[in-house]
């Protein structure tokens, strides 16, 4: 039996990176998928054949998770094409970085508005339906910079803190209809994003790391099927820590 077994989950932020190693660890898991994506429309369908190709139901959708509304009417069409969302993975997320003394006003809303805001829109979406089902897991993508700060990303440690606070609030209210929710905090996991930094660099930070090396995105998955799964069903308001032993 698979840890998924005929759920359907709804990932945000799948095209790429950690989203896309979620979506293909939870179709691996026997997940119904659902995802979105700002604007790769060719990756997302590439996604949607190779998850379908696993045996299961598919579907990418543009939606821009930052946006409110357009975030409800998402929902309604994800219930729609799939009767429901169990597990809902807020994993959408951006960097703006740069010093405090030069951020400007619109860096700081761009990372509020798609890192934390984002979780509001979405968790308000699916509320009702999980309600309904008196069951649900939420599962928020913080970051270790979100629990330690960084210098240059005021912004962006500023939105993954809100997310645990926010995570916790969450399990709070909705404990007793069986809702639960997590965040997960990645330290440093190599993407297409990281492949573009310094060699040297990124050596340098595999070494400070006490597992001696950067996470995968396949890492954080694992992390998002246990949360997601029946594994979990006691666990609600915390945050794990996918990080090699980076902050301990
Ligand atoms: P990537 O930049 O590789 O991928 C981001 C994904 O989010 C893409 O699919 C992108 O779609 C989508 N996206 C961006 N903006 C929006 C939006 N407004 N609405 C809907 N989808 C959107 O990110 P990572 O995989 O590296 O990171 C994923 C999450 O993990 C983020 O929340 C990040 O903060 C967090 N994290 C990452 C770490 C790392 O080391 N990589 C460490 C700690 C946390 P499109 O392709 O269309 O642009």
Known sequence: MKLLEGKVALITGATRGIGRGIAQAYAAQGANVAFTYASSAAKAEALEKELAETGITAKGYQSNAGDFDASQDLVTQVVKDFGTVDILI??????????????????????????????????????????????????????????????????????????????????LELGSRNIRCN?????????????????????????????????????VANACVFLGSDMSTYITGQTLNVDGGMLT
């Open 183 to 219: 965040a997960i905090a990645p330290g440093f996991i190599e993407t297409e994003m990281t492949d573009a930094l310094d060699a040297d660099t990124v050596q340098g930070w595999r070494e400070a790391i006490p597992l001696k090396r950067g996470g995968t995105p396949e890492d």
């Open 90 to 171: 807020n994993n959408a997320g951006i960097t703006r970085d740069t010093l405090l003394m030069r951020m400007s006003e619109e860096q700081w809303d761009e990372v509020m508005q798609t890192n934390l805001k984002s979780a509001f829109n979405l968790t308000k979406a699916v509320l009702r339906t999980m309600l309904k089902a008196r069951s649900g897991s939420i599962i928020n993508m913080s970051s270790v910079v979100g629990v330690k700060g960084n210098a240059g990303q005021a912004n962006y440690a500023a939105s993954k803190a809100g997310i645990l606070g926010f995570t916790k609030s969450v399990a």
